[in-house]
């Protein structure tokens, strides 16, 4: 491995953001991280045994970036789709998550949607403390 092929075959910086700017800070800021340190964290990563989302028992919000249609529709970004959006959907059966799939945002969502981002977290702590309230 090195830094080139690393580099070509990681995440897309228009991953990061829709706006351009914040995606290429971001996309320099993870980059500018020393080889040997990806790679151990990939492997690490890689080799933890997955959780079970299925028989998680407390509430869990997932804020999902729907990224935009130009980097989903790139041949090179097929696995994006697959690993950030359809993942979640195998959870769809636990009733404690909740998915909120944030349109025109890459995955800084607080940063390319603040506004609908805090509205989810607002409305998902309201409705945890409700059902704790009640019991349900």
Do not use: C
């Not at 080139?4 to 980059?31: F, H, K, L, Q, V």
């Amino acid at each position: 491995m090195t830094p080139t092929t690393w580099i070509t075959n990681n995440y897309p910086r228009g991953m990061y953001s829709n706006d351009d700017r914040r995606a290429g800070i971001a996309y320099e800021e993870a980059e500018s991280t020393l080889l040997p340190v990806k790679i151990r964290y990939l492997y690490e990563f890689n080799a933890s045994a997955p959780a079970d989302y299925s028989k998680i028992a407390v509430p869990l919000l997932a804020l999902v970036p729907s990224f935009n249609d130009t980097l989903l529709k790139e041949p090179r970004n097929a696995w994006l789709k697959p690993t950030f959006l359809d993942s979640w959907e195998r959870l769809a059966t636990n009733a404690r998550i909740r998915k909120v799939l944030v349109p025109n945002a890459g995955v800084l969502i607080l940063d390319d949607q603040p506004a609908l981002a805090d509205q989810a977290i607002r409305e998902f702590v309201q409705s945890t403390a409700a059902a704790a309230r009640t019991g349900h």
